[in-house]
T-cell receptor
Framework: DTGVSQDPRHKITKRGQNVTFRCDPISEHNRLYWYRQTLGQGPEFLTY????????KSRLLSDRFSAERPKGSFSTLEIQRTEQGDSAMYLC?????????????FGPGTRLLVL | GENVEQHPSTLSVQEGDSAVIKCTYSDSASNYFPWYKQELGKGPQLIID?????GEKKDQRIAVTLNKTAKHFSLHITETQPEDSAVYFC????????????FGQGTELSVKP
């Protein structure tokens, strides 16, 4: 399967702990996006990378959140000092930046539960 | 700020009937409008998309229409089948400016056999 993969698929943690999620995009895709989705809502944009450069961050992304894409391939999203409000599905998507191939393909998501 | 409104939030149809989901966007510079289908426990899957230079696009039982003046776009599913049951999301973006997607709130479609 050559789609977007995410690891882990599920994570349960206690409030105050740090968590890290990984996303592996489709191999030739140079754009990588992170979204957050809470129950019954549409995904909300968090941040995106063009190759290894982080080009935009949402106001939703507090100082406790950090994302990296060190070699322009996989990406990690870290949440420090987790809060119960961080419980959500974290989705990763990837795309090319060339018209008309800019379609974003999503991974299966990482479901986070903060107790 | 940028916003996408989607209606209805739930939609129940009989198998074989048509389903229509409508979205309105606020950012007049949006030029790319994808529709995604999300099944329980899975990530969104693209089902069809349309760009602002096109008014309508069709792919078998699925069609999308775009009215740029009114900033409306709609998804039409004909001859619905039980496997069409899922949550559908519309989205809008400026594909030549980073491409972040602004999603609607979703429509839960139920197709009854």
């Amino acid at each position: 399967d050559t789609g977007v993969s995410q690891d882990p698929r599920h994570k349960i943690t206690k409030r105050g702990q740090n968590v890290t999620f990984r996303c592996d995009p489709i191999s030739e895709h140079n754009r990588l996006y992170w979204y957050r989705q809470t129950l019954g809502q549409g995904p909300e944009f968090l941040t995106y990378f063009q190759n290894e450069a982080q080009l935009e961050k949402s106001r939703l992304l507090s100082d406790r959140f950090s994302a990296e894409r060190p070699k322009g391939s996989f990406s990690t999203l870290e949440i420090q000092r987790t809060e119960q409000g961080d419980s959500a599905m974290y989705l990763c998507a990837s795309s090319l930046d060339v018209f008309p191939k800019e379609t974003q393909y999503f991974g299966p998501g990482t479901r986070l539960l903060v107790l | 700020g940028e916003n996408v409104e989607q209606h209805p939030s739930t939609l129940s149809v009989q198998e074989g009937d048509s389903a229509v989901i409508k979205c309105t966007y606020s950012d007049s510079a949006s030029n790319y409008f994808p529709w995604y289908k999300q099944e329980l426990g899975k990530g969104p899957q693209l089902i069809i998309d349309i760009r602002s230079n096109v008014g309508e696009k069709k792919d078998q039982r699925i069609a999308v229409t775009l009215n740029k003046t009114a900033k409306h776009f709609s998804l039409h599913i004909t001859e619905t089948q039980p496997e069409d049951s899922a949550v559908y999301f519309c989205a809008a973006s400026r594909y030549n400016q980073g491409g972040k997607l602004i999603f609607g709130q979703g429509t839960e479609l139920s197709v009854k056999p």
